[in-house]
């Protein structure tokens, strides 16, 4: 019977609470976010989470409001960085331009591709592309390729990783075809 009555009056409460201060914060959050209805959404969600945590929060009265500000000024402000986040990428995916617009002459052919490949693979350790050869080229496990080179799986796992960053770094345009390309090898 009693945790029913709690039940009841933290629900109670809670749309006190809503009622009387759901318009305020909305008003408050404002001073961040100029359109209504997503200031609105966004004092929705903070009350709908306070709601969802409700057993786990025990918001004093003194509290509550200060805790409640502190929500939708942190919603705001995320929504903001959220959307600068999404503006950035938006120009920097409309200011780089595709591979195949970059010259006349940068269209590889498959050949020219794997050209491009093997001058950076002639850069590193002999260690690293013959992993590299075995992992990509023969389709080896990490496991069969430790056993051949007597070497540790941790270190073949290293020695790849070495060679992607490498890769990574020398044909960071063209890595992902290259991939794509050895996969279907």
Request: proline share 3%; aromatic share 14%; hydrophobic share 35%.
């Amino acid at each position: 019977m009693k945790d029913t009555l709690s039940n009841y009056s933290k629900e109670a409460n809670f749309k006190t609470l809503y009622e009387k201060y759901y318009a305020p914060f909305c008003l408050y959050a404002k001073r961040f976010i100029e359109d209504r209805h997503l200031r609105e959404d966004i004092v929705s969600d903070v009350f709908a989470m306070l709601w969802r945590k409700r057993d786990e929060i025990d918001l004093k009265s003194e509290t509550v409001l200060a805790y409640l500000k502190m929500c939708v000024k942190n919603s705001c402000l995320n929504h903001i960085r959220h959307l600068h986040y999404e503006i950035e990428y938006a120009e920097s995916y409309k200011n780089k331009k595709p591979l195949y617009e970059l010259a006349p002459d940068s269209v590889y052919n498959l050949e020219e591709l794997y050209e491009l490949l093997y001058q950076s693979l002639e850069k590193l350790p002999e260690n690293y592309r013959i992993v590299f050869s075995k992992r990509f080229f023969e389709g080896k496990t990490h496991a069969e390729i430790a056993e051949e080179m007597q070497l540790s799986v941790k270190s073949i796992d290293r020695y790849k990783q070495k060679v992607i960053e490498i890769l990574r770094q020398d044909l960071k345009d063209y890595l992902p075809l290259l991939f794509i390309v050895c996969s279907y090898s």
